[in-house]
């Protein structure tokens, strides 16, 4: 199974689940078809049965600390995300306030700790 997900016209994502495990080859082309989608990065995250590949169009933070797919320091946890949340700011110093350590400045981080702390 392959999922192509793309929101607002930015990165290029390509997640492909498959308990036989993945076609490295096929899972590849999928990902390099969409690097126009995100020009400034391209990352992935692979399991025995699931693979994420990201090309990122940097906005918020262009420093490699804000490369994706992010995975929590206890990799437990892997975000692969495109959006743009409004108020990551305040939501940072809050989860800050909690203990969260941050790497980047970007919103997909405070995405993931978010996701950590409050669920989905």
């Known amino acids: ?13 390509v997640g492909e689940w498959n308990p036989r495990g993945v076609d490295k080859d096929h899972f ?3 990902v390099h078809a969409l690097n126009h989608r995100g020009p400034d990065n391209q ?3 692979e399991s025995e049965d699931f693979t994420v590949g990201h090309n990122r169009l ?3 933070d262009p420093s490699p600390a804000g490369h994706q ?4 320091k206890d990799q437990r946890y892997v975000l692969s995300y495109n959006g743009e949340v409004y108020n990551y700011k305040e939501l940072r110093i809050e989860l800050e306030s909690y203990g969260y350590l941050f790497r980047s400045n970007t919103d997909s981080e405070v995405v993931l700790y978010s996701i950590i702390e409050w669920g989905n």
Do not use: A, E
């Not at 199974?1 to 994502?13: A, E, Q, R, T, V």
């Open 43 to 45: 990352d992935f995250f």
């Open 69 to 72: 797919p992010m995975i929590s």
């Open 1 to 13: 199974m392959i999922l192509f997900i793309s929101i607002l016209n930015m990165c290029g994502i």
């Open 28 to 30: 590849l082309k999928s």
């Open 58 to 60: 940097s906005i918020i």
